[in-house]
């Protein structure tokens, strides 16, 4: 007996040694052959160094604002905004630990022991119902590796995670992890989380707040706090139970954020003022200066010179049906700062959605007799005219290239008697502005419009003194800017600057003003225009108690009409007509496009006003 003891004593012994040894060297093996794969791979890994260069390669959105800090519009491919260290309170970054990755702190990247757990619970449950991934290695997944489901891709997801560990601080892995993860809804990271779901911005964020969002990280758009708001409660005090039981909060914070309600706020609009055809053009500019990707992937502020207060006006007035624009017309507005050239409201049709084309930027169109300052103004320059210099209101006929040419006013008055050129500017007198432009040549009016800022080229012949130029409304207004300011030409100006994530400023417009009209022609245009508006066609842009100087226009059979005008602080011109060119009965410079630039600038105005003659 004590023989076969000692045998089967033995026998044991020898299979334990074998069993031990063979398990050392299977353990040998997987250690030898993980890191020899490791090595295999190492070359095709990507290179991880900084937390700058992660922040660099994450794509946030772009947010557009008015100038008074309005959302106007946004760009993104992922709606993303970045927060530093600094902004994230710590119970948030304990919130995530809690939630995703208890053995944090512990691991270096891979929690075996969470991976071994993991494993059971699935094989349990008899489905995929709980995952064994670090915060690191949803970090590395993220960032460099794809959704594929093979050995190859998990292998690299394990030593990506191992090699993150060994540039990063755990702090860091953090808050790349808490700036890239999807919370629903076409969110990405803890900032637009916060925004979307509670209105606030991290640094306001509480312990309550912190839970309930880290909650949602498993299943998004299944753990909607909006649609569930129940069921995330239950959730988010799970993830308050967990940092008690870590020490990461008090009992006594545990108490008061679980008895603290879940306080969603609505769903936030990604804008607060429609303005899309000025929107539309800051895009172009800033795909042409900056690049799409930038602008969809910067994480830009962008800064406009659009004013809420103009912008809304110009749409009341446009969109008034006791206006009178034909159902058939579209319209277009701009209005500008004379002296910045900020734009502060522009508006280039009817319906964006429906009709695209910006009318203000994009359509020329032929501007009738808002081109007649020109013309008087290039003979003030030359010392040919002055306000008081007169012609004969008569009919004149002009050889011209197609043949005899004879102009008429619009009012089919022409008397002969001798009016001043400020009264024919007033009055709109076509046969005197002929005669003007006859006197001083086409080459010294094109040049006192290239003064102005006008990028149009008139036409090189006595047609011009009719408007048969064509320009948008945008230069057009851009042009009496340059006599509103008293002379100075400039560019307009859309973005007032563009600033990065970080708030560096890396692009900004100016309008290059510079003097290009003398003073005293800009001057006397300007009291010129006034008697347009007082006492001539311009009439139903009067406001009483402001000075008002502008000039109506109207093409040939009632295609297009016009008014420009501008006070001591604001320029802007409205267009009316059909985009086809079609006559529009009814439709005039005074008539039509007047009464609406009265009714912006009239709500506009900073200048108290005294009742109302019409």
Avoid at 325 to 330: C, G, H, T
């Amino acid at each position: 007996m004590e023989d076969e003891s000692k045998q089967r004593r033995s026998l044991s012994w020898r299979v334990f040694k074998f069993l031990f040894v063979s398990a050392c060297v299977v353990f040998s093996f997987v250690v030898v052959s993980f890191w020899t794969l490791g090595a295999y791979l190492e070359d095709d890994l990507p290179t991880i160094t900084s937390l700058k260069e992660f922040e660099e390669q994450s794509p946030q959105l772009s947010r557009v604002f008015a100038a008074d800090g309005t959302v106007l519009a946004e760009f993104w491919a992922e709606r993303r905004t970045l927060v530093s260290a600094e902004e994230v309170p710590t119970f948030l970054f304990d919130a995530a630990v809690a939630a995703e990755d208890g053995n944090f702190y512990k691991h270096e990247g891979l929690d075996f022991w969470g991976m071994l757990r993991a494993l059971y619970v699935n094989v349990r449950d008899g489905r995929f119902s709980q995952g064994g991934s670090t915060i690191t290695q949803q970090v590395v997944r993220n960032f460099f590796l794809t959704r594929d489901k093979t050995l190859r891709r998990k292998m690299e997801e394990l030593f990506l995670a191992r090699k993150l560990e060994r540039h990063l601080n755990k702090r860091e892995i953090l808050l790349l992890y808490l700036n890239q993860i999807y919370f629903g809804h076409g969110n990405y990271g803890i900032s637009e989380a916060a925004r979307f779901y509670l209105g606030k911005s991290v640094p306001d964020l509480s312990l309550s707040d912190a839970a309930l969002l880290m909650s949602q990280v498993p299943s998004p758009e299944n753990y909607n706090a909006r649609k569930d708001p129940e069921g995330a409660r239950k959730r988010r005090d799970r993830v308050l139970e967990r940092m008690v039981k870590r020490d990461l909060i008090t009992q006594e914070a545990y108490a008061v954020a679980v008895s603290t309600g879940l306080h969603l706020s609505k769903r936030p609009s990604t804008r607060e003022l429609k303005a899309d055809y000025f929107v539309e053009v800051v895009r172009r500019r800033l795909v042409e200066t900056l690049g799409e990707e930038r602008l969809l992937k910067g994480g830009l502020k962008i800064h406009t010179s659009l004013d809420p207060a103009v912008h809304r006006a110009t749409k009341a007035a446009l969109d008034d049906p006791k206006n009178r624009v034909p159902k058939e017309a579209q319209v277009a507005a701009v209005f500008m700062d004379p002296y910045t050239r900020g734009v502060l409201a522009l508006v280039g049709g009817k319906n964006f959605k429906k009709h695209p084309f910006n009318r203000a930027t994009q359509a020329k169109r032929q501007i009738g007799s808002t081109f007649k300052p020109v013309i008087f103004g290039a003979g003030m320059l030359r010392g040919h005219l002055s306000p008081e210099s007169t012609y004969p209101n008569r009919l004149i006929t002009y050889r011209g290239a197609n043949g005899p040419w004879t102009p008429r006013n619009w009012d089919n008055i022409h008397d002969g008697n001798l009016i001043t050129i400020a009264e024919a500017l007033a009055r709109s007198s076509n046969v005197v502005a002929v005669q003007a432009l006859r006197d001083i040549g086409v080459h010294a009016m094109k040049s006192f419009a290239q003064s102005l800022g006008f990028n149009a080229v008139p036409p090189h012949d006595l047609s011009a003194a009719l408007g048969s130029m064509e320009a948008t409304p945008l230069d057009v207004t851009n042009a009496y800017a340059t006599l509103a300011s008293g002379g100075f030409r400039g560019q307009p100006v859309f973005i007032t600057r563009v600033e990065d994530w970080k708030g560096n400023v890396v692009h900004s417009e100016t309008s290059g003003a510079d003097p290009s009209v003398p003073p005293l022609v800009a001057r006397a245009l300007t009291l010129m225009l006034q008697k347009a508006v007082s006492d001539g066609t311009g009439r139903p842009a009067y406001i009483p108690g402001l000075s008002v100087a502008g000039k109506t226009g109207t093409t040939n059979g009632n295609v297009d009409a016009w008014f420009v005008g501008y006070t001591e602080d604001i320029v802007g011109t409205i267009w009316v007509g059909h985009d086809r060119g079609k006559r529009l009965a009814g439709t005039s410079g005074p008539r039509t496009a007047a009464p609406l630039w009265r009714a912006v600038v009239k709500e506009v105005s900073s200048t108290p006003l005294p009742s109302d003659p019409f």
